[in-house]
């Protein structure tokens, strides 16, 4: 959380109480009429400055970069004009306040609050003629605040809608997607860093396998904890156990673990992490850290991806969206977008992830039944209905939904198909994959006009056998998941790269 910072108007008024027996500028100090005048021109001056608007560079994850107006109504109010043309009123005591919907219904410190902080800064600093009343004011500014850089779980995204640019890969004539199909394949595969996820505020989280042939493992993995903790993205230089590295523990919330497993050198377990840029920046930082001290990928390793399932809720419908589009797409997901760095799958796949697709599709929907009423019962019900194979080696596993409310146990759905990756942009990649195919359960609405076709083709998709992972299906898969041309993209880059 924010640290708690003290309100100018407090700080001002109490000031003076507090020297009342002294020499200060306290209201029980003696002033002469010429401090008297003093103060009485600082006050005007400081009533101009806070009167004047200021504007001050800010990015929006919609618009990029761009100019707010902020104007003060009193030294801890202010009105800040977006680039939206929007006006929000933002109050900067205390942890600040904003009525902007992103602060009011995500708790966080909106760019508004910043804004504002920023303008006061600037106020404060001006080199103006020093009086009592302006050094009261500069004393009393909020605190520089210094987010470490692995404090990244409450740093939320702007609420951003989903864009859709109608492109549709499925209009493609054969020879046109073959084309588009080729110049994925000899592309490079981009890395960002805003609105990766398309609007979606899910959560998620990784666990990055690595091998180290040839050197000692026990050191390897103290030399990466060590750097880790170093950077600030883990809490201590502590190597973790295998049957502790998922349990969630207090001194190392919104921290990267590093831990030892049995099928591997070593993993790495992320915090849980949000579509931000210090979520993408610290993923960079965390495979270079790895590669650094010499990890790299073999045919044991494997990259995990789990995702929250807040989107789903208690709806039905969405829990029946997810079974057909797992039922309708596994081989998809298993044979042609799991590929990793090998470019190829892993030859103990079925061991480790194995195919639920059948099973999903024998799952009928009246099982897949939840109301809002049952409440966390519910999710652990809809986690033992999903969990068809009855084991966590599956492509998607269920089992922490079964277990949700024990401690440390998250609300989240691990896909487990991915070969491992140190390379940034491929795990970004299968973020895309795994946390799109939670949001098109949610957003494939066939009684939505704007999601209708894509509802449609998932309704009519065929779905009364394991379909092979052939170019009709695939190019189904990419219009039912990904509204944006770019996603696409990306997605057939692994595609292409996958051998056949």
């Known amino acids: 959380m924010p640290k708690r910072r003290s309100s100018p108007i407090r700080a001002s008024s109490s000031a003076g109480g507090a020297s009342g027996g002294g020499t200060g ?7 002469g009429s010429g401090a008297a005048a003093g103060m009485a021109a600082a006050a005007e001056e400081l009533n101009r400055m806070l009167s004047e608007p200021i504007n001050i560079m800010s990015h929006s994850s919609v618009r990029g970069m761009e100019n707010v107006s902020v ?56 080199p103006v003629v020093e009086n009592p009343v302006r050094a009261q004011i500069a004393d009393a500014q909020p605190e520089q605040e210094y987010v470490r850089q692995a404090d990244i779980s409450d740093i939320l995204p702007e609420t951003i809608e989903p ?50 042939p040839g050197r000692d493992t026990g050191e390897v993995r103290r030399a990466i904890a060590e750097e880790l903790a170093r950077l600030g993205l883990g809490e201590s230089s502590d190597v973790i156990s295998y049957g502790q590295h998922h349990r969630t523990r207090d001194n190392m919330a919104g921290r990267w673990r590093v831990t030892t497993d049995s099928t591997v050198d070593g993993e790495i377990v992320s915090p849980v992490l949000r579509d931000t840029p210090e979520t993408w920046k610290q993923i960079e930082q965390v495979c270079e850290v790895i590669r650094r001290h010499g990890g790299q990928i073999n045919n044991s390793c494997g990259g995990h991806v789990h995702v929250g399932v807040d989107p789903m ?22 044979n042609r977008l799991s590929n990793g760095d090998l470019d190829r799958l892993r030859g103990n796949a079925a061991s480790y992830a194995g195919s639920i697709g059948e099973r999903m599709r024998w799952l009928s ?67 895309k994959i795994s946390v799109g195919i939670v949001e098109a359960a949610n957003r494939a609405r066939i009684r939505d006009s704007r999601t209708r076709r894509r509802g449609e083709m998932l309704r ?10 052939g170019q009709g299906m695939f190019r189904n898969f990419l219009d039912i998941v990904f509204t944006r041309r770019r996603d696409k993209e990306a997605i057939m880059n692994r595609y292409a790269r996958a051998s056949a």
């Open 163 to 212: 864009e859709d640019d109608n492109f549709y890969v499925s209009d493609l004539t054969d020879e046109e997607f073959e084309r588009m199909l080729e110049e994925a394949r000899n592309g490079s595969l981009p890395y960002e860093y805003e609105n990766v996820l398309n609007g979606s505020n899910a959560t998620f989280g990784l666990e990055i396998e690595y091998a180290c």
């Open 25 to 31: 500028t306290g209201a029980g100090a003696s002033i």
């Open 313 to 334: 809720n208690h709806s039905r419908e969405r829990w029946r969206r997810l079974k057909r589009l797992l039922g309708t797409f596994e081989d998809v997901l298993l």
């Open 365 to 431: 929907d009246r099982r897949v039944n939840i109301r809002e009423d049952e409440g966390d019962a519910g999710i652990r019900r809809m986690g033992g209905v999903f969990n068809v194979r009855g084991s966590r080696y599956s492509s998607v596993n269920f089992e922490n939904l079964q277990r949700y409310g024990e401690q440390g146990v998250p609300k989240t759905i691990e896909f487990r198909s991915f070969n491992g990756s140190l390379n940034p942009a491929v795990i970004q990649t299968h973020v």
């Open 71 to 126: 104007r003060f109504t009193s030294p801890t109010r202010a009105q800040v004009l977006s680039g939206s043309g929007r006006t929000y009123n933002v109050d900067i005591s205390g942890d600040g306040d904003c009525d902007c919907s992103d602060h009011i219904y995500r708790q966080r410190r909106c760019r508004h609050i910043r804004a504002a902080e920023e303008a006061l800064g600037r106020i404060t600093r001006e």
């Open 460 to 469: 009519n998709a065929a779905y009364d056998a394991m379909q092979p992972a």
